[in-house]
């Protein structure tokens, strides 16, 4: 994707990795607007970049999704890159009594989230020249972490809705975009201060890279040994077996 120039809507902006991306992008001279449910990580992150933009929301909320989405369209007709990044990563137990609060959370913020929200602006991006939707996943979504179990199904579940969204996107200006980030120093899961994972900004640096190149999938780090562990040709695969499944369902 292009690296100038655009208006970039990223949930999930205001810590951590969505944090870096939108101060990268934003240096990149992007219009960078960014939303979280913490007003004061928010209000934090813009007074430390000048021009950056925020709105709250509640990606759990389909209501604020649908408010905060014509509020975009409306302030921000521009807008051509949503970047859903926000997340939840918490601990479970598979093989016991799963905590029905962090269930529910998880997967409504983790996948119904990325899903209302690209819903609520999927016609706006279609309307613009050049549109992208990046999907933050995990390498976990590719070979699970079984102490968060319901956390790595989330990202695998939106890495494959991520596959068919970018098959029906294909003939459209709207791209589809996963960026699949592996271990990194962040809040998620206490690892900030952990030396065996990437440190943040190597990952954002080595990220934006990738991001200017052509590739459906953003792969850095670690991230690419787990990735290939489920198949480097999925994608191909995908298009063929949908090809192949429509031509089934027209009667040819």
Request: hydrophobic residues 40%; charged residues 20%.
């Given at each position: 994707?292009?690296?100038?120039?655009?208006?970039?809507?990223?949930?999930?902006?205001?810590?951590?990795?969505?944090?870096?991306?939108?101060?990268?992008?934003?240096?990149?001279?992007?219009?960078?607007?960014?939303?979280?449910?913490?007003?004061?990580?928010?209000?934090?992150?813009?007074?430390?970049?000048?021009?950056?933009?925020?709105?709250?929301?509640?990606?759990?909320?389909?209501?604020?999704?649908?408010?905060?989405?014509?509020?975009?369209?409306?302030?921000?007709?521009?807008?051509?890159?949503?970047?859903?990044?926000?997340?939840?990563?918490?601990?479970?137990?598979?093989?016991?009594v799963?905590?029905?609060d962090?269930?529910?959370?998880?997967?409504?913020?983790?996948?119904?989230?990325?899903?209302?929200?690209?819903?609520?602006?999927?016609?706006?991006?279609?309307?613009?020249?050049?549109?992208?939707?990046?999907?933050?996943?995990?390498?976990?979504?590719?070979?699970?972490?079984?102490?968060?179990?319901?956390?790595?199904a989330?990202k695998?579940?939106?890495?494959?809705?991520?596959?068919?969204?970018?098959?029906?996107?294909?003939?459209?200006?709207?791209?589809?975009?996963?960026?699949?980030?592996?271990?990194?120093?962040?809040d998620?899961?206490?690892?900030?201060?952990?030396?065996?994972?990437?440190?943040?900004?190597?990952?954002?640096?080595?990220?934006?890279?990738?991001?200017?190149?052509?590739?459906?999938?953003?792969?850095?780090?670690?991230?690419?040994?787990?990735?290939?562990?489920?198949?480097?040709?999925?994608?191909?695969?995908?298009?063929?077996?949908?090809?192949?499944?429509?031509?089934?369902?027209?009667?040819?």
């Open positions: 994707m292009k690296l100038t120039g655009n208006t970039i809507f990223i949930t999930g902006g205001g810590t951590g990795i969505g944090r870096g991306l939108a101060e990268a992008l934003h240096k990149l001279g992007n219009k960078v607007i960014i939303s979280g449910r913490r007003k004061e990580r928010l209000e934090e992150t813009i007074r430390a970049n000048p021009g950056m933009s925020a709105v709250e929301l509640n990606v759990q909320d389909p209501a604020s999704i649908k408010a905060i989405a014509k509020q975009l369209i409306e302030e921000y007709p521009d807008l051509n890159i949503l970047f859903n990044n926000a997340g939840i990563m918490q601990p479970d137990d598979a093989a016991g799963i905590d029905e962090v269930l529910v959370s998880t997967v409504t913020t983790n996948v119904l989230g990325p899903i209302r929200m690209t819903s609520a602006l999927i016609e706006h991006l279609k309307s613009k020249e050049e549109a992208v939707i990046i999907n933050t996943t995990s390498a976990l979504g590719f070979v699970p972490l079984a102490m968060t179990a319901v956390y790595s989330t695998a579940a939106l890495h494959s809705y991520s596959l068919s969204q970018r098959y029906l996107l294909k003939d459209t200006s709207v791209k589809v975009l996963e960026l699949a980030p592996p271990s990194v120093q962040t998620l899961m206490n690892l900030k201060d952990n030396p065996r994972v990437m440190p943040l900004a190597q990952f954002i640096e080595a990220t934006i890279k990738v991001l200017g190149t052509d590739t459906d999938e953003v792969l850095v780090g670690d991230a690419k040994i787990l990735r290939d562990n489920s198949g480097p040709n999925e994608g191909a695969f995908v298009t063929q077996f949908n090809d192949m499944m429509s031509g089934m369902s027209n009667g040819h």
